[in-house]
């Protein structure tokens, strides 16, 4: 990769560049840091780099987890097991135990892909969302409660791949976790604005009792709040492995709370929980020309969506004028920005129809890489009006990828939330992506032994059908894992096999979009990784203009509603995660950036 992107590397923090060498594997012994009280709201990061290693996370707790074991020569599977068991902890709203993820692994000459979804119990069916009157239940009436909670997956993937990857002890990786349990941590601003926004956590007694006071009031910033069950349970992880959380004790603190939920049980299962099996799956990897330079931009294949609607998009937008259009006053210009959700508009429709789990559903010809091809969306960008003046297609219908038609009928909006995204490198070769979930913040507002289920079957479609009776590929069917945004993304350069990114971001179906920002940002306007994360959020889902709100001139906004666009400035809460590889000063180096929008950061030597 060419230098280009890093000549400003001079402008970025150089505090954490350290000399120091990482210890030898084996030697880790994790040590409580100074806690920091990250604040919510916007905060300026001045975006980082290091030499060995990096790692980005959503909380410093989690990144210095990550970093102590990286630092005592873990492998980047390591830091992220740390990572993650500490983000089970002071981040409960996003992710965890009780959760789903995904892992893009790249270990110097493979990429890999490691599906820890959330799967449904045997016992659901494609009425599970359906009300007595055969219609579909309110979102909130569905997710608090038993009847939404999914096969936990991440701690099974996780020892998947730590059996491959692995440098240290699997138990010594849960220390930092069990240690900051015990001790206490201090509550953020960010968990306590988002317990005081909350309106349904607090009807579960257990959660009630570790997350608010007496009077209701959330625990407050800086408090010190320790999780003793928690961790109980992570002792019995670090011992026993996967089975200790879905065999046993554990297994069936979840099922009791599942099924005998008072007024929303579900069915989920001793069986269902033993049984679960994580998946290797082949990666969703495309090419991709920016500044006459190739790389290949590789993610995570169904369930998840994500590494298909980015390359669609991507893809589209390379076959318009979208790469003469440059920033203007450093933010996306309303003539870029037109082509951009159009080409969104196109990718959403072609995921509404086609992607799902793909035990139970068939790619469109035989193959997911048919709605990558680049005859086909050279097709589809030819739908865009890219005359000046020209106006919005509003709403796109899906296309037809290899001349084939489908029997599925497109599966109507429905939100998404939640979510948590890790990048890392070791010093090793290694690196990964990882994006993990309990789906809505607090999931399913139910908690067990200190760490709360998630509510990932409301990903599912709640409408089994369409008017007509033609089904949805993404409706409830038991065992089957709920389509996905996540999108986990490793970068090379296509011509050396060199990774030059690692990135994602949580945000619900908006992850698609603040993946692809970063992406684009990075290799077609030769921005740092946190120069392209601090960018505005934007997007389209096939519907409205989506713009970040107070972060776009009004003349923009102005010329988007000329071409037809309702555009919507709204919150867009991103939660990106980035690291890159640049050079200076003859150098190489691991360049970070981590959303303002959030409280996490970036570490490494």
């Avoid at 350290?18 to 594997?25: T, W």
């Avoid at 009436?141 to 020892?159: D, I, K, N, Q």
């Avoid at 999780?227 to 069936?252: M, W, Y």
């Avoid at 409408?463 to 089904?471: M, Q, S, Y």
Wanted: aromatic letters at 8%; hydrophobic letters at 40%; charged letters at 20%.
């Amino acid at each position: 990769m060419s230098n280009r992107p890093y000549r400003a590397l001079g402008a970025i923090a150089l505090a954490t560049l350290l000399a120091a060498c990482a210890g030898g594997p084996g030697n880790f012994s994790y040590s409580v840091p100074d806690q920091p009280e990250g604040a919510s709201g916007y905060a300026e990061k001045p975006g980082w780099a290091t030499r060995k290693f990096a790692v980005a996370a959503a909380n410093p707790l989690a990144t210095d987890a990550g970093y102590q074991v990286l630092k005592a020569g873990g492998s980047a599977v390591d830091a992220a097991i740390a990572v993650q068991m500490v983000l089970t902890l002071v981040e409960p709203q996003s992710s965890g135990i009780g959760g789903g993820a995904f892992l893009m692994h790249f270990d110097g000459k493979a990429v890999e892909a490691f599906d820890g979804r959330e799967t449904a119990p045997a016992a659901a069916d494609e009425k599970l969302f359906l009300g007595a009157d055969g219609k579909p239940m309110p979102f909130r009436e569905a997710v608090v409660g038993g009847r939404s909670v999914g096969v936990p997956g991440t701690v099974r993937m996780l020892e998947a791949a730590h059996r491959q990857h692995g440098k240290l002890p699997w138990a010594r990786l849960f220390e930092p976790a069990i240690t900051l349990a015990e001790r206490g941590f201090k509550v953020s601003a960010r968990l306590n604005s988002l317990l005081a926004s909350e309106k349904f956590l607090q009807n579960d007694p257990v959660a009630a009792a570790y997350f608010y006071r007496a009077d209701g009031s959330p625990r407050a910033v800086g408090e010190t709040l320790r999780n003793p069950e928690l961790a109980q349970v992570l002792r019995k992880i670090a011992s026993g492995g996967s089975k200790a959380l879905l065999e046993g004790d554990v297994a069936q603190a979840i099922v009791d709370k599942v099924q005998k939920h008072p007024t929303n049980p579900g069915t989920l299962s001793m069986a269902d929980l033993a049984g679960y099996q994580s998946i290797k799956r082949e990666p969703i990897c495309s090419d991709y020309r920016a500044h006459a330079h190739d790389f290949r931009i590789c993610g995570f294949p169904p369930p998840s969506s994500g590494a298909i609607a980015v390359g669609q998009i991507l893809g589209i937008l390379a076959h318009t004028q979208a790469a003469s259009l440059p920033l203007q006053d450093g933010v996306p210009s309303a003539d870029w920005l037109h082509l951009y959700t159009e080409a969104s508009r196109l990718a959403f429709a072609d995921r509404a129809l086609y992607l799902a789990d793909p035990a139970f559903v068939s790619p469109p010809a035989g193959t997911w890489m048919s709605l990558l091809d680049p005859a086909y969306l050279a097709t589809r960008a030819r739908l865009i009006g890219q005359a000046p003046g020209a106006q919005s297609m509003k709403t796109a219908q899906p296309g037809s990828p290899g001349g084939i038609k489908t029997s599925f009928a497109p599966m109507p909006d429905q939100v998404e939330y939640g979510t948590s995204h890790i990048s890392i490198v070791d010093s090793h070769g290694n690196a990964l992506a990882m994006t993990t979930t309990i789906e809505d913040g607090f999931g399913a507002r139910q908690m067990v032994r200190g760490f709360l289920l998630n509510n990932e079957l409301t990903d599912f479609s709640f409408a089994p059908t369409d008017a007509n009776g033609a089904p949805i590929a993404n409706r409830v069917q038991p065992g089957k894992r709920p389509r996905s945004s996540m999108a986990p993304t490793l970068v090379f350069d296509k011509a050396t096999g060199a990774l030059v990114m690692s990135g994602g971001s949580p945000g619900g179906a908006l992850i698609i979009h603040y993946t692809a920002k970063t992406i684009y940002g990075v290799l077609n306007w030769g921005m740092l990784p946190q120069q392209a994360i601090n960018l505005p959020n934007f997007a389209s889902l096939n519907g409205p203009t989506l713009l970040e709100e107070k972060r776009f001139p009004a003349a923009t906004v102005d010329a988007l509603k000329a071409r037809g666009h309702e555009v919507r400035e709204i919150g867009m809460t991103s939660g990106l995660q980035a690291i890159t590889r640049g050079q200076a000063h003859g150098q190489t180096l691991w360049l970070g950036g981590a959303d303002p929008r959030r409280e996490g950061i970036v570490m490494g030597d």
